[in-house]
């Protein structure tokens, strides 16, 4: 089978790579020339781990080619993926869809024979009818079924997600088109990964609705480890019992500073707005956006008033910045609203972070980037752990306390047991613990 795999972002890469891994020929095609002559070199301009060998590997075996000149791709391919960009609109939140409609023209002129063509970018629902009605008044001549396919993969465990996924989700009204899409991820089928058809509608939705309803999670157990703080109670133990209730699930209980990422905060925001336009308004996931924006203000302040009140002419050392671990991602991380507002209050910020660099240091105006945790924390009055990268946890706490001026470490990831902290001198926070 011939794949067309528009747009070598993160989906799109990951997607490629992962789908020439099961031998089919894919095509990626990329309006950013540099992007591609580097990816045809070989090198990948993303994080994610086990990327690198995948696409050397099937770059290799010649399954996977890049090149910004969509209309051979299209002409070859029995499939289409649309896996461009789709950001949130400035001013209204809605997801903004110019790229996609300006690859479906691009498309429509180079149709030839039976095609599907499939979202897997996240799209408002209705989206793939809306590609649908403008392919056809285009090439009234072509043959061709628009598909919905939305990927649920996290950043840092992608091609884990992509190989073993929980489902795939296909959105279909096509009988042709089907029996494409069963083809094409029969690989995973006979891993038993079990293969959903449902209408268009319904899977663009179900897209929206998973991100939303794992976002209200987090908002859940971050306004109860504020609760815990007041009552002392312990959050790890009650996310722990409450997990244990099928019903509820373990996964997605982690408080933290709230939740960032190219994911969460843009579909959160695009579908409140389209329940609004539907006239049905979805008021819970509308407090959950609420809940996390002043979230991560909030947890600006807790280090504030760890710092004795104040962090006016402190050195405070920030451990991570990426909006999670094991991805050098900072679209939306707590680090952005927490850093500037430690500034504000007059802080010298000093990071460290294994990968965010790259991006945190035109985000991050005015920081001292280190190379490694113990040099951000040398001569720091505030030591924050913010995002729970694993070599954090092997950290040497003693060690730490020795390099800093003071002796504060705010933990906002609970990465450290209370117990371990205090015994190295420090004067350890974190969040919806009592000690
Ligand atoms: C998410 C979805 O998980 C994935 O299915 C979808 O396709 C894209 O969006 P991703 O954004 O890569 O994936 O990250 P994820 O691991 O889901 O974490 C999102 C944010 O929530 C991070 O900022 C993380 O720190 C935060 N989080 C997650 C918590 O604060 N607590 C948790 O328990 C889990």
């Not at 024979?113 to 793939?128: C, L, Q, R």
């Not at 989700?169 to 094409?184: N, T, W």
């Not at 913010?386 to 950290?395: D, G, K, S, V, Y």
């Not at 015994?423 to 000690?435: A, D, N, Q, T």
Request: glycine share 8%.
């Amino acid at each position: 089978m011939n794949i067309c795999m528009i747009g070598a972002g993160y989906v799109g890469l990951v997607s490629a790579a992962c789908l020439s891994e099961f031998g089919w020929k894919v095509a990626c095609i990329d309006k950013d020339a540099s992007r591609v002559e580097s990816l045809n070199r070989g090198e990948v301009p993303i994080y994610e781990p086990g990327l690198d060998d995948l696409l050397k590997r099937n770059i290799e075996g010649g399954r996977i080619t890049f090149s910004t000149d969509l209309g051979p791709a299209i002409k070859s391919a029995d499939l289409v993926f649309l896996a461009v960009g789709t950001p949130m609109r400035r001013g209204d939140g809605y997801a903004d869809l110019s790229y996609v409609y300006s690859a479906v023209e691009e498309i429509a002129a180079h149709l030839d024979g039976f095609t599907v063509i499939t979202t897997k970018s996240t799209v408002p629902v209705g989206t793939s009818r809306e590609i649908e009605r403008r392919l056809r008044s285009i090439r009234p001549d072509s043959d061709f079924a628009v598909c919905s396919n939305p990927e649920f993969l996290r950043e840092g465990s992608a091609i884990r997600d992509f190989m073993h996924p929980d489902r795939i989700l296909v959105g279909s009204d096509d009988e042709r088109a089907k029996v494409v899409m069963e083809r094409l991820y029969q690989p995973l089928a006979l891993r038993d990964a079990p293969l959903m058809f449902v209408t268009r509608e319904s899977a663009e939705l179900a897209k929206y609705a998973a991100n939303a309803f794992l976002a209200l999670k987090i908002s859940f157990i971050n306004e109860v480890a504020d609760l815990c703080e007041d009552l002392g109670a312990d959050v790890q133990e009650v996310a722990k019992a409450i997990g244990k209730d099928g019903r509820i699930g373990d996964k997605f209980l982690h408080p933290g500073p709230g939740y960032g990422g190219s994911c969460f905060p843009k579909d959160v925001s695009a579908l409140i707005r389209t329940a609004r336009e539907a006239r049905s308004p979805l008021s819970i996931i509308e407090q959950v956006q609420t809940v996390n924006d002043e979230r991560k203000i909030a947890m600006g302040m807790r280090i504030e008033k760890a710092a004795n009140g104040s962090v006016r002419d402190k050195r405070i050392a920030i451990l991570g910045v990426t909006f999670k671990p094991n991805t050098d991602d900072m679209r939306e991380a707590p680090s952005l609203t927490i850093v500037p507002l430690l500034q504000e209050r007059g802080a010298t910020v000093v990071v460290y972070d294994p990968q965010g660099r790259a991006h945190g240091e035109e985000l991050l105006p005015g920081v001292t980037w280190c190379s490694d945790a113990m040099s951000a924390c040398e001569g720091a009055d505030v030591a924050v752990i913010l995002t729970e990268w694993n070599e954090f946890r092997a950290l040497n706490l003693s060690a730490v306390k020795e390099a800093m001026r003071g002796d504060v470490m705010v933990d906002l990831r609970n990465v450290f047991q209370a117990s371990e902290a205090t015994s190295s001198g420090l004067e350890y926070h974190s969040i919806g613990r009592v000690h």
